[in-house]
């Protein structure tokens, strides 16, 4: 299995409240990418990373900010978290379209109940 | 933009039977085709990954085969069985792009 953790695995919060979810990888692949998985929605892309410090939007980032820091670690922060926000969240890698497979690998996601 | 389309989103089959799961997409440039499955309250595990040029993968008793110029790809699961039961996700790459689309899933239930 890729070495992908996702802390905290559970949360639950107020509205209002800033919210940091942490994902960490073992395995050195160039990007990252967080997703929020919803009934009638599916899986959609909130913001991904192609390198340290590089960084893009996904499809529903409006809410959501990420740093990439180091080449192991994305961090997903809610500047103040609301109902709509409640989810759960998942991490993923992959090494990338050049030179390499493309294939993502999920870590095992972490539920955000926002009260 | 890329849609990804997966009929039916659910299905119910008795033990030992082989199975066909469907995924359609709109838009050919695609990078790679994968596919995932789903436990209940788990992450996405990746079950096979058929890159463009490619026409399918085998792992198993699972065959993923891929028509780009049909917008298709196909999940052929053999001799079903309970453990199989989850949610299968098909997810499509674009060419030149680092993001994926995702379908929402076809749940397989496996009835012993």
């Known amino acids: 299995d890729a070495g992908i953790t996702q802390s905290p695995r559970h949360k639950v919060t107020e509205t209002g409240t800033p919210v940091t979810l942490r994902c960490h990888q073992t395995?050195?692949?160039?990007?990252m990418y967080w997703y929020r998985q919803d009934p009638g929605h599916g899986l959609r892309l909130i913001h991904y990373?192609?390198?340290?410090?590089?960084?893009d939007k996904g499809e529903v980032s409006d809410g959501y900010s990420v740093s990439r820091s180091k080449t192991e670690d994305f961090l997903l922060t809610l500047e103040s978290a609301t109902s709509s926000q409640t989810s759960v969240y998942f991490c993923?890698?992959?090494?990338?379209?050049?030179?390499?497979?493309?294939?993502?690998?999920f870590g095992e996601g972490s539920r955000l109940t926002v009260l | 933009k890329q849609e990804v389309t997966q009929i039916p989103a659910a299905l119910s089959v008795p033990e030992g039977e082989n199975l066909v799961l469907n995924c359609s997409f709109t838009d050919s440039a695609i990078y790679n085709l994968q596919w995932f499955r789903q436990d209940p309250g788990k992450g996405l595990t990746s079950l096979l990954l058929i890159q463009s040029s490619q026409r399918e993968q085998t792992s198993g008793r699972l065959n993923a085969s891929l028509d780009k110029s049909s917008g298709r790809s196909t999940l052929y699961i053999a001799a079903s069985q309970p453990g199989d039961s989850a949610t299968y996700l098909c997810a499509v790459t674009r060419a030149n792009a680092g993001k994926s689309t995702f379908g929402d899933g076809t749940t397989l239930t496996v009835k012993p």
């Open positions: 993923a890698i992959s090494d990338g379209l050049a030179g390499g497979t493309g294939e993502l690998f």
């Open positions: 990373s192609y390198g340290v410090k590089d960084t």
């Open positions: 395995e050195n692949h160039r990007y």
